[in-house]
Nanobody, 115 residues
Framework: QVQLVESGGGLVQAGGSLRLSCAAS????????MGWYRQAPGKQRELVAT???????NYADSVKGRFTISRGTAKNTVYLQMNSLKPEDTAVYYC?????????WGPGTQVTVSS
């Protein structure tokens, strides 16, 4: 059974940076597409960024130029470097494996940006 574990969330002041990490275990194969989503209180979960093993990336307009997604050298790892954080970036951030049949989600990590 595939399990995802996120780390790196926390409390930071506006303008600061955080780096989120995610590792997927329980699979003998490498996943092509992994990504990050977030959900703020009272809002729907939304895409933040995705990355494929071929190097393609996709970002939400709200984070372009501030966030960078990257894949690790270890199998099935993905990172999210978040710079110039804003209070509106406050949310629970979820790592995901993107499959044709759906998503595998991690439990989430809280990111809080104070003004």
């Amino acid at each position: 059974q595939v399990q995802l574990v996120e780390s790196g969330g926390g409390l930071v002041q506006a303008g600061g940076s955080l780096r989120l990490s995610c590792a997927a275990s329980g699979s003998s194969t490498s996943f092509n597409a992994m990504g990050w989503y977030r959900q703020a209180p009272g809002k729907q979960r939304e895409l933040v960024a995705t990355s494929t093993s071929g190097g393609s990336t996709n970002y939400a307009d709200s984070v372009k130029g501030r966030f960078t997604i990257s894949r690790g050298t270890a199998k099935n790892t993905v990172y999210l470097q978040m710079n110039s954080l804003k209070p509106e970036d406050t949310a629970v951030y979820y790592c995901a494996v993107l499959l044709r049949s759906g998503r595998i989600w991690g439990p989430g990590t809280q990111v809080t940006v104070s003004s």
